[in-house]
DNA sequence: TAGAGCCACTCTAAATTTAGAGTCACCCTA
DNA sequence: TAGGGTGACTCTAAATTTAGAGTGGCTCTA
């Protein structure tokens, strides 16, 4: 499809490369364990090119994280005019992401969530960044609607939204971990997400009388 | 050995793939039917990095070509002070090569031959760059002995010298190409290199009745 | 608590690679 | 024999990578 030039494919091999390296390191001995010199040695690159791909050594791990959190962010702003927010969740958290037909990178989501979880740095960065992308989720909502930036209800339903989708995140990371198919997940993920969605439809009246 | 730093180490990385890459497509197709520009897409690299490393496409063949040719004038320039011209050359040819312990060298040398042996244009390269050498030693062995550049005995002595270097040479390219082992390789060109050094040493005498 | 060491990260200049346009010789064909 | 196409090779500016010398926070120890 994408025909790439020299030069961008070969950016992205560097970044693949240095990536990889980063994990395979940080799974073998632990994010702390490991210096950032060592990953550029794995990687056949300086140090100050691991710092041009990546803005921290946090970032080595969650790369994809940040992407993660603010894809949501912006599939809500990009929404077809006219389209609910709601209505514009929904397709995206059920949209297909490939996990059912790719083994491997389920294997790798399972080596990256062990090495988050081990390392106490890397738990702090994560809710800052699922922190920042919910911030701009709810300024979206409050210019959307023509309030406050810090209007609650923009608040409220901005926590709700990505609350969810962080959910999902972490039922992925766990089913992978406790070794489950691609297709599995992906059947689960559908699944909860259904339901999810299901109980922000609904609001939390059913629970009033619990 | 040698710990070479991460720049040097890329570059000559980069110049193997670019020769292997040549030296494949060539073997596959022959010289004049392979464009400049396929054996850089073939290396992953543009085609004015080709021309960073070679001179010209015929260097992607002869690359090493000139090297062994001005090998000999290097090692007799630097012979240490006080050793006979011939002596250095003695030295010189029967230099451990490697080939015996190196198969895949020798693998490597017969589809260079095979190459160089179906192109009329690297045929004349090779000439020319064996031509170059020659004339490089005639001028040291003049400026040696303080006479004129041109003198006739330092172009006998040049072409006799060389003449070895180049006969040598020739053999184990044959034997390259008859599937030859490197083991065997270096024991011919052992063998025949004493044959040649007698020769020198004894003069053409022996030739006059014939 | 001063000092030493470690390490993430920054900065700068130099080295290398790339894109892209252009030159030139050569061959082929009308 | 003029004109068009091909492909080796050159040139320039911009992008990328590297070496190497910092800076600054943190921890450990005397």
Redesign the pocket.
């Known amino acids: 499809m994408t025909e790439l030039?020299?030069?961008e494919r070969?950016?992205q091999q560097?970044r693949s490369r240095i990536r990889d390296a980063a994990i395979r390191l940080f799974a073998e001995r632990g994010f702390d364990q490991v210096?950032?010199?060592e990953v550029a040695r794995e990687a056949e690159?300086?140090?100050?090119?691991v710092?041009?791909y990546f803005a921290?050594?946090?970032d080595l791990v969650h790369d994809g994280m940040a992407d993660f959190a603010d894809g949501l962010v912006e599939a809500l702003r990009l929404r077809p005019a006219g389209e609910s927010l709601l209505s514009a969740f929904r397709t995206y958290v059920l949209r297909p992401h490939g996990l059912a037909e790719d083994d491997r990178a389920v294997a790798r989501i399972a080596t990256v969530a062990r090495i988050v979880g081990d390392s106490p740095t890397l738990r702090a960065r994560e809710r800052q960044v699922f922190d920042r992308a919910t911030r701009a989720l709810a300024e979206l909502i409050a210019t959307e609607n023509n309030t406050r930036a810090d209007d609650v209800e923009s608040w409220v339903i901005a926590n709700a939204l990505m609350g969810v989708n962080r959910a999902l995140k972490e039922l992925v990371h766990s089913q992978a971990l406790a070794g489950h198919s691609g297709k599995r997940i992906a059947q689960d993920v559908l699944a909860q997400g259904r339901r999810a969605l299901d109980i922000l439809d609904e609001g939390l009246a059913r629970y009033r009388t619990v």
Chains 1, 2 share one sequence.
């Open positions: 030039g020299l030069r070969k950016k560097t210096r950032v010199a690159v300086s140090e100050a090119t710092f041009n921290s050594k946090e």
